[in-house]
């Protein structure tokens, strides 16, 4: 069974008379605080990202479709194709390397 950590009090009511024992309880609920946070925006920024790159592939998509059955007399040219399909996947790799 785990030890319980004691609840301290708020980091900007921190009293001046901890103990080193109190200190280092302090220090390890603040890292655990922070560390549920930082999972929590992660969760929220995978959604998003996962959003904004299906959104991207879906243009592109889109946009090869239009071009490729000459819908509404509408033509690009290869080297715009190609530019759009290298961008988007350089995009998209650079997305999930940083994210």
Do not use: H
Not at 25 to 52: C, H, M, P, S
């Amino acid at each position: 069974m785990r030890k319980q950590i004691p609840r301290l009090p708020p980091v900007d009511e921190k009293p001046s008379t901890l103990t080193g024992e109190e200190l280092l309880n302090y220090k390890q609920q603040l890292e655990v605080e922070g560390i549920a946070q930082d999972i929590q925006e992660r969760k929220k920024y995978a959604k998003w990202t996962f959003i904004l790159i299906a959104s991207w592939i879906a243009a592109i998509f889109c946009l090869m479709l239009i071009d490729g059955f000459k819908l509404c007399n509408f033509g690009l040219s290869e080297n715009i194709i190609l530019a759009a399909i290298g961008g988007t996947t350089i995009n998209i790799l650079a997305i999930f390397i940083f994210v």
